[in-house]
T-cell receptor, first 111, second 114 residues
Framework: KNEVEQSPQNLTAQEGEFITINCSYS?????LHWLQQHPGGGIVSLFM???GKKKHGRLIATINIQEKHSSLHITASHPRDSAVYIC?????????????FGTGTLLAVQP | DSGVTQTPKHLITATGQRVTLRCSPR?????VYWYQQSLDQGLQFLIQ???????AKGNILERFSAQQFPDLHSELNLSSLELGDSALYFC?????????????FGPGTRLTVL
């Protein structure tokens, strides 16, 4: 079992829909990142969370440390949101400086 | 544009060869991270440098090495290349030391080993 699991693996939505991507992890963490990778390959860091909730434009990220779970929400989705969304966690102790990545969620937003 | 540059964009080479990938961080960023993204392994953290010193190591093979120079640019050296080393190699930079801060990614170098 992977230490970082994302669901769903693939997601197709209609423009305007509210989208949720989930990330669950099995290790203790000090921070969680959400990344976006566009079809051309470029990666953009969207959020870094250690607790609570962060919002940037139409994107909202939440984390529940006790439940070891994070969600990325996209409101009023648009075709330009089509990308792979990757969750990554930073551990504690011996794994403090290692980032562990999920396998990503491929999102396609249709007009 | 993240401000992180990587060269070359594409690299095609043969098994057994050695290549060097180069990364220039954003102006003022002291931390540089290297990542490998392959089809079967996904995205993996390789190594981090901070102000010229190695600070964290991930799943980096012994055939791979990296360094960060006084001007803060970094190079990732891959030797005795194997077919399985074909991947996208990303460099990222951040201003702080910890992996918990925002990282800015370069466009990547696509390595193909034939």
């Amino acid at each position: 079992k992977n230490e970082v699991e994302q669901s769903p693996q693939n997601l197709t939505a209609q423009e305007g829909e509210f989208i949720t991507i989930n990330c669950s992890y099995s290790v203790g963490i000090s921070a969680l990142h959400w990344l976006q990778q566009h079809p051309g390959g470029g990666i953009v860091s969207l959020f870094m969370l250690s607790s609570g909730k962060k919002k940037h434009g139409r994107l909202i990220a939440t984390i529940n440390i006790q439940e070891k779970h994070s969600s990325l929400h996209i409101t009023a989705s648009h075709p330009r949101d089509s990308a792979v969304y990757i969750c990554a966690v930073r551990g504690y102790g011996g794994a403090t400086n290692k980032l562990i990545f999920g396998t990503g969620t491929l999102l396609a937003v249709q007009p | 544009d993240s401000g992180v540059t990587q060269t070359p964009k594409h690299l095609i080479t043969a098994t057994g060869q050695r290549v060097t990938l180069r990364c220039s961080p954003r102006s003022g960023d002291l931390s540089v991270y290297w990542y490998q993204q392959s089809l079967d392994q996904g995205l993996q953290f390789l190594i981090q440098y901070y102000n010229g010193e190695e600070r964290a190591k991930g799943n980096i093979l012994e055939r791979f090495s990296a360094q960060q120079f006084p001007d803060l640019h970094s190079e990732l050296n891959l030797s005795s290349l194997e077919l399985g080393d074909s991947a996208l190699y990303f460099c990222a930079s951040s201003s702080l030391l910890g992996l918990g801060d925002t990282q800015y990614f370069g466009p990547g170098t696509r390595l193909t080993v034939l």
